[in-house]
């Protein structure tokens, strides 16, 4: 397999499952109708082990983020060649997760008024809103997320690949303690690529997909993991 196919259908997974766990939530007449942001924050850190595991397996370095992949890039050995068809992959990959997981819960999103919690079946919104807060925010999270892999990481595999299962305890730990303002999105295509598919889906009832707001969740990430790799390649010289 090639990396493109790895971080594609690494990215697929990871969406599929991050935002099935949302709708299985936040819609009406499911299952796991108002479980909470607990199962929430669980179901998004399997996600992660699932498709960080499936992309290295099947040739990806299980990045499953275009922050990660460029921060690599410029303050590691990762492949500069590789960072464009990787943020293809990623993106693609998160828009078709996010659309196979409206197929599956389809019902459920016709029985639900609530057009916001559509929306955030999808993607990241603000419990507070304040621009400078939420990008500092989603700086934070993302900065945790790659010091935190890269200090976690096998040193044969710092640089290249990443380890699924230490990765993923990282995720849920930061939706626990750092998710409540933002939703921690702490990955530009896991925001990007399912706000396009709430764009173009012909979702009952939708409202719009609130692009004003789709630079915070793409530039904070970005950040956050340029300092961590910064500052991580720092102490490792």
Request: proline share 5%; with cysteine.
């Amino acid at each position: 397999m090639t990396p493109f196919v790895g971080e594609l259908i690494g990215s697929f997974l990871l969406m599929l499952l991050g935002s099935g766990v949302v709708a299985n939530v936040v819609l009406e007449k499911t299952k796991g109708h108002s479980s909470g942001w607990i199962v929430i924050s669980f179901g998004w850190a399997m996600s992660v082990f699932v498709g960080v595991y499936a992309s290295n397996s099947l040739g990806g370095s299980g990045h499953l983020n275009p922050a990660v992949s460029l921060a690599l890039a410029v303050f590691a050995d990762f492949d500069k060649g590789l960072v464009l068809p990787y943020i293809a992959a990623q993106v693609a990959g998160t828009f078709l997760g996010a659309s196979v997981a409206w197929i599956a819960y389809k019902q459920h999103f016709d029985a639900t008024a609530n057009a916001d919690l559509k929306m955030a079946v999808f993607c990241t919104s603000p419990a507070i809103r304040s621009p400078f807060y939420n990008f500092i925010t989603e700086i934070i999270g993302s900065f945790v997320l790659v010091l935190g892999a890269l200090a976690m990481s096998k040193p044969a595999t710092t640089m290249g690949s990443l380890d699924a299962l230490p990765v993923s305890l990282l995720v849920l730990g930061i939706g626990l303690s750092l998710g409540g303002p933002t939703g921690y999105a702490i990955n530009p295509a896991r925001d990007l690529g399912p706000r396009f598919a709430h764009f173009v889906l012909p979702i009952r009832g939708k409202r719009n997909s609130d692009w004003s707001y789709a630079w915070i969740p793409i530039a904070g990430p970005i950040a956050g993991a340029l300092i961590a790799a910064w500052i991580y390649a720092m102490i490792q010289s």
